[in-house]
Every structure is written in C-alpha cells, then in structure tokens.
C-alpha cells in the first residue's frame, strides 16, 4: 500500500457539489461557442484540499503557460533518488522540469515528446522521442526495449513505458500530461486500470477538435476511478478550451 504519514490533507469547509452527480447536464461537445462557460461554471471543483500546494513552472513570456500546481512540492525533496517525475508534453519548454530539479536535484525526470527534434533538455532531465497513448498500446516485437534509436513508435500506452524503462517496482511521483487532447485516450483509455502505481497527476484538458464537454466528463471518471481526488483547478487564461487539472491519490 502506498502509505505516507507526511501527506496530510483535509476537507475543505465547505464540499463543493459532486460532478458525478450531475454528469447528465452536460452539453454536447458540438457547444464548442459555450466552453468557456463550461469551464467557469464546471462541476468540476476540488474535493480535498492541500495544505501547501506551489505552481511549478511556466513561460514567463507567455503568461506562465505551462506551469503545474503540486501538492507538498518539498516532499519531492525527501524522496531523495527515489523521486520519479514522467512529463508528457515539452514543445521544448522546461520550466517546469527546472522547477522540480531546483526543490529536488536527485530526481529522475523523464520528459517524452514525439515532436521536439532537438531538445534542450536541462542537465538531470532524459528525454525520449515518443509520447504516450492508449494505455493499451505496447512495444512493436521489432523493438522489445523501446530503446531510444530510432525508429521507435511515436505513441506507446503508459503501462509499456514504465516496463521498457524498468520502473515497474517504482512509485511515479508526478505524472504530468500536457499533450494537447491526446490526454483523452492516454488517460481516459479503456486500460487505465493498468496504471503503475503514481502519487500525482498533473494534466491539461483540452475540448478542442472532437473532444467536447463529455470527454472531460469520463476522463474525469476514469481518474477518479483510480483513487483520485482533485485539489487544484486552473482555467488557461490564454485558451479558454484548456484547463489545467491536478489530482492526488489517496488509496493505496
């Protein structure tokens, strides 16, 4: 079981009303004129709340766009070596990424994007050439390891990662995913209940293209699913689609 006396959290005074209780009053995704009205009055609020929670990065020449909020960001720290951080979506930006290497220099950080062709990925930071898709999606045989030469597949499900890079016994920390509506089938995927075990989930909901309203109802549903809580919500103040949403794990 995933125990750990150092997180600590509490209910907030007074609990907001549950989204899965009013799933149904959602419009179609076709609303596409209405999401920001759909973000402002979500039902999607924080059920728990975070004593001391911090936004980790951002461009400060885009109006921080890209920043994360994390729950006891400093724990990160005591982790020591132990601290696994997966960030899905770069656009080679890594702010983020400096941010946790400042608060905890010794953790492991692995960024995937299929898209940078020449990273400038900070000391301490690995980055892989794919990104993440349907947690039912592996290695083909020709590339059992995934190694990082190419030609490796662009999208590979989350639970395949975690076995090509030998972090099957770990706990990831932090799971960030920034991936521009790709978030719909690598989190929300019918093989979420595959996860490796991961204390945090950082992501961005994009309704955009063909995801609409209902996309974020079920990818809610399925991370909630899996013993999550939500603890920090964030309109994107630039694109009125997006909105940044964190998760912490409270089973074990």
């Known amino acids: 079981m995933l125990i750990n006396a150092l997180w600590v959290w509490t209910l907030p005074a007074i609990i907001p009303l549950d989204h899965r209780d009013i799933s149904p009053l959602l419009a179609s995704p076709e609303r596409s004129a209405e999401l920001p009205t759909f973000w402002q009055q979500s039902p999607y609020q ?60 010794e ?72 991936i521009e509506g790709g978030e719909f089938d690598a989190l929300g995927g019918s093989g979420i209940g595959r996860w490796p075990v991961v204390r945090e989930v950082e992501v961005e909901v994009h309704l955009m293209d063909r995801w609409g309203e209902r996309d974020a109802d079920r990818l809610v549903r399925a991370i909630e699913g899996q013993g999550y809580e939500l603890f920090h919500k964030e309109e994107n103040v630039l694109a009125s689609c997006c909105c940044e949403l964190a998760f912490r794990r409270l089973t074990g």
């Open 46 to 105: 924080p059920s728990v709340h975070c004593d001391n929670e911090r936004r980790l990065g951002g461009d400060p020449n885009n109006s921080m766009d890209g920043g994360k909020w994390v729950c006891e960001p400093e724990e990160l720290a005591k982790e020591g070596k132990s601290c696994l951080v997966y960030s899905f979506g770069s656009e080679n930006e890594w702010t983020f990424e400096q941010a946790i290497l400042d608060i905890a220099p």
């Open 107 to 178: 953790c492991e950080i692995h960024t995937f994007d299929p898209f940078v062709s020449a990273p400038a990925a900070p000391p301490g930071v690995t980055f892989h050439a794919y990104g993440v898709g349907h947690p039912l999606l592996t290695a083909p045989a020709n590339d059992p390891g995934l190694t990082l030469q190419p030609p490796s597949p662009e999208f590979i499900g989350l639970p395949a990662i975690v076995l090509a890079l030998g972090h099957e016994q770990r706990v990831i920390s932090l799971l960030k995913v920034d």
